[in-house]
């Protein structure tokens, strides 16, 4: 009977393997030794319990449970075969593992454990893979108490089968994800396009925007129509904007991008839009120490020079106006090619110097203010935008050798005017005709033949000086000295000597007074003695005086 069962069965309807082979198989027995699997061959195939996949640890089995393992032993003998579900599942990972490494395919792999120094544990489908810290990705914490059991993107780097060695990055997936979004936002990219971006950086040439993970650059020339140095503050990291796409370069992983470009440039046409002599209002954007910027619509400034501020004269733009002052002004030029625009605030208002005359003529007495002092006279302010001179000559009767000696910076002071002319635009002022005349005050005190006492004051090559009232001075020649010749006055004279001297000359027209010291005695015709002789003395010198002698 043994015979006829086996008459039936061919060698071809026996299965045959060999080691290495992977094959499903279904579970005909579970006893303490092994698990017993139908294979299909003449007997069951022996799976050790140490040979079950690591998922299966602590899971029943039961009969009828299908298995995916890999023939690892056949005892031709004894006509048995080992089996091993971990083996099997090894090589399927490895398997897919391998065509992944072979594509550059991303895997998946649970973080488990740090390995000091070096870099972490990986499991991936159940196989244990080396991740080295520097390629853990800027993306992740470097703690491992924060990373144990995170599912994690990998590239495999290297594998071996054989020796079980497999090393991964996600430094490298970052890298992958970023070339796939550089060559999807390369392939889209148009010049002139819009995109909404975020800013990702701002430095001193310009801004980087995100504009779909890949960063372009707005230089600082194309953020504003106006020239900028640096980015305004207004800009801020995180801060969503809109650019256009001004050009790129794939190759060069380059991306320029502008901001102003989305508005219409305010320079062109400028011209037509600000004529000379229009009067417009804007507002200060900036102060310098050389004028004011004023913003007449956005990205178009103007300048008011700081001789265009007022119609006074202020040594500091931040005395007139300050940053975001509404101001009217009148346009003084526009310049399309080279981006300026001359301005006037002062010529907006009315010119204080038109009615001069009227308000300040000649022989008034006006009261001003010193605004600054010049060694040629003082500058006196008579109302904003008006300033008179107030030469030295006009300080005083005294002789003077700097203003300072008489009036100072801040000083109020009262004063005539001498000339007032518009077209010119200035105003000459006098202190001294205010006072009372000293040379007056002198005449009416003296005379030719009049003796004097009074103290050197200056020797010159020529003659001295000598002090005859606080205010008026004689000249002694050097000729009218001494009675012996002498080559200058400094062989007799000195500075502060107090001198005697006889008047033998006045000439009210140069106010000059002329001095003698050697003939004290006015010489007297002798016509006029003898006409004149019996009358007394005294009279006759009174006399004398009244005729000029």
Known sequence: MADKMEDL???????????????????????????????????????????????????????????EVLVTYIDEDEGTVYISEKKALRERVFSLLEEAYRKGLPVKGTIEEEVKGAGYHVNLHGMRAFLPGSHLGNDLPASIKKLRGREVDFIILELDRWEGNLVVSHKRYLQMLEEKRKEELFSKLKVGQVLEGTIKSIVDFGIFVDIGGFEGLVHRTEISWKDVPVPPNTYKVGQKIKVKVLDFDKEQGRISLSIKRLRPNPWEGVAERYPVGTKVKGKVVSVTDFGAFVELE?????????????????????????EGDEVEVVVLGCNEKEHRISLSI???????????????????????????????????????????????????????????????EGDEIEAKVLKSDSNKRKIRLSLRELQEDPWHKFLEQYSINDIVTGKITEIKHFGAFMQITPEVEGLIHVSEIS????????????????????????????RQVRLSMRNLQPEIPLELLNREAGHETLTLRERLKEKGF
């Not at 303490?32 to 050790?48: F, T």
């Not at 956005?298 to 300050?322: F, M, N, Q």
């Not at 904003?384 to 030295?392: M, Q, S, T």
């Open 483 to 510: 009675d012996e010749r002498i080559s200058t006055p400094h062989e007799v004279l000195r500075v502060g000597d107090e001198v005697t001297a006889r008047i033998i000359g006045i000439n009210d027209e140069k």
């Open 346 to 408: 002062k010529r907006a208002l009315p010119d204080p110097w038109e009615k001069v005359e009227e308000k300040y003529p000649e022989g008034a007495v006006v009261r001003g203010k010193v605004t600054k002092l010049v060694d040629f006279g003082a500058f006196v302010e008579l109302e904003p935008g008006v300033e008179a001179l107030l030469h030295i000559s006009e300080m005083s009767w005294d002789r003077i050798t700097h203003p300072s000696q008489v009036v100072k």
């Open 298 to 322: 956005p990205d178009l400034e103007g300048l008011v020079h700081i001789s265009e501020l007022a119609w006074g004269y202020p040594e500091d733009p931040r005395e007139v106006v300050k």
């Open 9 to 67: 069965f061919d060698d071809n309807d026996i299965r045959t393997y060999t080691r290495g082979d992977i094959l499903t198989g279904r579970v005909v027995q579970v006893t303490d030794q092994a698990i017993l699997v139908d294979i299909g061959y003449k007997s069951e195939g022996i799976l050790p319990w140490s040979e079950l996949a690591p998922f299966r640890q602590g899971k029943e089995l039961k009969e009828g449970d299908e298995l």
